[in-house]
């Protein structure tokens, strides 16, 4: 058999397709493979170029392969759609991104560390939690909106409904729907303890992380933000600018655009030569909490709450896991 030069690995859950070139561009290998072979079959391969499409698990592919001695590039979905001649398959895939790995000017996602990857799963669950508590709150308010029982807007007011509940003596609720409201309460109770456990964790990796810390400077940016960029963006010397970055996924310049009017797109652009260039100082979380919060609050916590939750949903999109291409 020739000598491999280049390799498009189409990637699955349990069947994956590879397509090999030699130098002159002429097919040497197109077979299928199972899970368990791919390790098995790379290893024994020569020291090759491998083009694999940025998707889910592909970091940890990109990973293992380099472990072998393979030189790995993840590409963008959208930038291997073009090379796609016909009858969209495994096939037809894997020899797009053979074909696309090779361009001069392909554009590749840096690959995640394990430790970047841990954080992203780390803001993923604590969304979840979040939307969970959301929709856990707009069932509570339903349900006793149905009995004529209304609350103000906000957390107290839900703090409210539950008073009512808990209320042995109140007569407007039937007693099936109360001990169905309270399990909700109590549902909401441990949704908020997890979302604080989380918050802390998110603080601790925060701390630990020096690329976080420098971001944290930004206006508008805390710790929240400043390690969801941290995790999504591998290597931000892989971008010109802050302008040719998009944290998350493919999608993030246009909703870049539809977050015009906030101070993301700033950020995002200041985050970019922050993580590359900056030294500035840490600064004390501390430093910017009001005096009149006093110390009942954790000054990390209170600070990681500061404007970061409506900018950190662009980061958290089921596609996130595509990366950012680079310049």
Same mark, same amino acid.
């Given at each position: 058999m020739q000598t491999v030069a280049t390799i498009g690995l189409d990637i699955a859950k349990s069947v994956f397709q590879v397509h090999g070139v030699d130098a002159a561009g002429q097919m040497v290998i197109r077979r299928q493979l199972k899970r368990r072979q791919v390790l098995v079959f790379f290893a024994k391969l020569p020291p090759c170029l491998i083009g694999i499409e940025a998707c889910a698990s592909s970091h940890y592919w990109a990973r293992e392969l380099q472990a072998v001695g393979h030189t790995v590039r993840l590409i963008p979905p959208a930038y291997v759609k073009p090379y796609v001649k016909r009858q969209k398959n495994d096939a037809a895939d894997a020899e797009a991104i053979c074909e696309a790995v090779t361009r001069p000017n392909m554009r590749f996602v840096p690959i995640k560390t394990i430790e970047q990857q841990g954080c992203l799963v780390l803001h993923r669950t604590r969304h979840l939690l979040v939307r969970q508590q959301t929709a856990t709150i707009n069932s509570i308010r339903a349900h006793l909106a149905e009995f004529g029982i209304v609350a103000p807007v906000g957390r107290r007011g839900v703090e409210h409904l539950l008073e009512v509940v808990a209320d042995a003596n109140d007569t407007q609720v039937p007693e099936v729907a109360r001990a169905c409201v309270a399990a909700l309460g109590v549902q909401l109770q441990q949704l908020k303890a997890q979302i604080l456990e989380f918050d802390r964790r998110i603080l601790a990796w925060h701390r630990s992380s020096e690329a976080s810390r420098r971001l944290n400077h930004i206006p508008g940016v805390g710790p929240l933000l400043a390690t969801a960029l941290v995790a999504s963006i591998a290597d931000p010397k892989a971008f010109r600018s802050g302008r040719t970055s998009q944290p998350g996924s493919v999608s993030f310049r246009s909703r870049i655009r539809a977050e015009a009017k906030t101070s993301l797109a700033t950020s995002a652009n200041e985050g970019i030569a922050i993580c590359v260039a900056s030294s500035r100082p840490e600064r004390s979380p501390s430093s910017a909490m009001p005096k009149s919060m006093g110390p009942s609050i954790d000054p990390g916590l209170?600070?990681?709450?500061? @404007?970061?939750?409506?900018?950190?949903?662009?980061?958290?999109?089921?596609?996130?896991?595509? @990366?950012?291409?680079?310049p």
């Open positions: 209170w600070h990681c709450w500061q @404007g970061d939750r409506r900018r950190l949903r662009l980061l958290h999109s089921p596609t996130s896991s595509r @990366g950012s291409p680079g």
